[in-house]
């Protein structure tokens, strides 16, 4: 017959074994925990991408708007510079770089954006200077653009979608390419 403090030392050695965790159970959390982890890092990556996308689209319209009014009563867009947008105020200041006497545009991913009239246009119907660009450098993004075309006429320097998806464009320079913007009257 087991004796009454043989059973009680058999329940405290019970409960002191139910109190630890096992070695399975503790990589089983640590497993949930680095899955929680890296998927928290994920989600922050892809919105902040999402944040600075939006912030760059949102910036190059309000240049593109402020830099129409600011010529809307000129002919042309001829002699336009990022320095006078600067100095008239007319691009989004969160983008504005000072430094030492000298002001610039910077992107969100830290490029210098140009602002400059488009002289080249080859098209009968258009003048040059008739529209501007807007060149977004070294940016390293997927993208996927229609044909810039008017009429039968296909603006110069556009993209096609195949151009951009293709190799002829992302894959010579290793994925980064200056994106131009051009805007007409």
Do not use: H
Request: glycine share 12%.
């Amino acid at each position: 017959m087991t004796s009454l403090s043989t059973l009680a030392r058999a329940a405290r050695l019970g409960a002191a074994r139910k109190r630890g965790v096992t070695l399975i159970e503790a990589v089983l959390y640590i497993s949930i925990a680095l899955a929680l982890i890296v998927g928290g890092l994920v989600f922050f990556q892809q919105a902040s991408l999402a944040q600075r996308t939006n912030s760059a689209v949102r910036n190059i319209s309000a240049i593109a708007s402020e830099t129409r009014g600011l010529y809307q009563q000129q002919n042309s867009f001829s002699g336009l510079t990022t320095g006078a947008l600067i100095n008239a105020g007319a691009v989004p200041t969160s983008l504005v770089t000072v430094s030492g006497t000298t002001s610039s545009l910077t992107n969100e991913w830290g490029g210098t954006i140009t602002v400059e009239p488009n002289l080249a246009l080859t098209s009968p119907t258009l003048a040059a200077g008739a529209g501007f660009t807007v060149i977004y450098p070294s940016l390293s993004i997927a993208f996927r653009a229609p044909g810039g075309s008017w009429g039968s006429e296909v603006l110069p320097g556009s993209l096609d979608p195949d151009d951009v998806s293709g190799s002829s464009l992302c894959g010579q320079t290793g994925g980064v390419a200056d994106v131009r913007f051009t805007f007409l009257r």
